[in-house]
């Protein structure tokens, strides 16, 4: 349906009544951004003037920017992790925010080796579903003939746990897809997805993955995106087609559902869509069973228009095997959220993933920028940061993303470095530079430098008795194998070469490792399958000289030279593998179970 000139936006064009109201929406918001976010705030002060933590500031009923900024510090999770344990052991009392807290979003951020746990209250479900609703209208600006078919998208929850008090804890992504909002979605021609509700809410990930699969392969002819929230998730899905099609196309062929899809509403689902369409499976079985799975997605999926997956931040790494899988298809990476708050959309969805800037929505959260200079020492008591308004920021600079949310974070560091590429309207647009002190990622799990230190200490525990120890190391993200996995490369030093620890022994150091790193990441290799087992590559005697040499050749100071923690440009990678002299590979899954450990 074309919409008249009364109803056009600047974005473009609209496809239909319901995507003027929404660019018009995000038109007002962008142009009022400075507005908006007052009002935001005095909004969220307002309603949270009488909790336990804004009290404690003696703000005094004041609901204005200069009060709020003099009064209130600027937090980091650590210090908010009593008032938070506090609602997790059941305290129902107005500690952060005077709704009452519904559930807790389980970041994928870790604090102490643990999932963040972010308190949310039930309408913060209304302000997500407002964001993911502005996507497809821009989208339609872009690529037309959204409606003429479906979307094929990987989406999955996940485990759920309980509190000491009784308030469950999830991620945000499994809140959200349990939720009536999504559920009940109103039937939209331009947001209808191959996936049924109840492949998506199979808790069991085979199951949901097998059956969002087959109903992906039986329409195939209709789809127009690919998509999954994150890269990983979606080349996890063309690997689980590599190892599952055999069984896939037998299904097809003769019409009945794989015995080991038990979950009763998938089944009965699926007695609807599936049907025996032998020509189909003679299809899969001559493009899956070749050696070549170059362009596999626009083969299987030919009317695909783009992948609908976030290419941006540590998902970048995997654009090269994305591109090689389909043939170079459009990235569209729409959206910019968290576990604390969705944050904004990428007005130009279709840019290329280098260029991709989001636009924070200003009514979502209250916003502030703590400029990022890693040159400049960093904030104290002493030298309190100066933080900047939404409107505010300058072209180029980069800031790391405070918030104030309805849901009670004060001020509070989302860890995000961000850099400002220019404005729609009044609104800022960011890029999204990187996540702070992030040292390895392969799917949602984020490593730091002191957990791999850490995991490494607690792995060199089982080399005492060889007399042998870890004298450097580094590492690195390896995803050219699907899933991706940890490398770790040690340099070590044996006293005695009679009594050297045997490969079997620097197999259990790499258990050793995993288990000590975080929940995320342990979860991701056992629940999700979505990290390959860690490997340790031992390297000869000298190699992390070598490498001193080079950083110094191109210019390092030799008094200030470190080893690098992780590598990734492609030369030193080379050099680190010139000098293996063995590989090992953790010979079990670490422990991981959705109970906290503490
Ligand atoms: P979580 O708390 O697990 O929901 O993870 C949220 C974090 O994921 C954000 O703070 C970012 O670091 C990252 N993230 C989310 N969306 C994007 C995006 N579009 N591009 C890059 N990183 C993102």
Redesign the pocket.
Known sequence: MAVDSVTFSPLGPPACEKDAKALQFIEEMTRNADAVQERVLSEILSRNSDTEYLQRFGLGGATDRDSFKSKVPVVKYEDLQPEIQRIANGDRSKILCSHPISEF?????TSAGER?L?PTIHEELDRRTLLYSLLMPVMNLYVPGLDKGKGLYFLFVKAEAKTPGGLVAR??LTSYYKSEHFKTRPYDPYNVYTSPNEAILCADSFQSMYSQMLCGLIMRHEVLRVGAVFASGLLRAIRFLQLNWRELAHDISTGTLNPRITDPSIKKCMSDILKPDPDLADFLTSECSGENWEGIIIRIWPNTKYLDV?V????AQYIPTLDYYSNGLPKA?T??????CY?GL?LKPMSDPSE?S?TIIPNMAYFEFMPHDPSSPPPSRDNPPRLVELADVEVGKEYE?VITTYAGLCRYR???ILQVTGFHNAAPQFR?VR?KNVLLSID?D?TDEAELQNAVQNASVLLKEFNTSVVEYTSFADTKTIPGHYVIYWELLVKDSANSPSHEVLDRCCLAMEESLNSVYRQGRVADNSIGPLEIRVVKNGTFEELMDYAISRGASINQYKAPRCVNFTPIVELLDSRVVSVHFSPAPPQWAPERRR
């Open positions: 979003l389980t970041s994928s951020g963040k972010m991620p945000v976030i941006t931040g540590a998902m990476c959206m910019y959220a968290s576990s604390e944050f990428n991709v989001y993303l989302v860890g995000d999204f996540r949602s984020k």
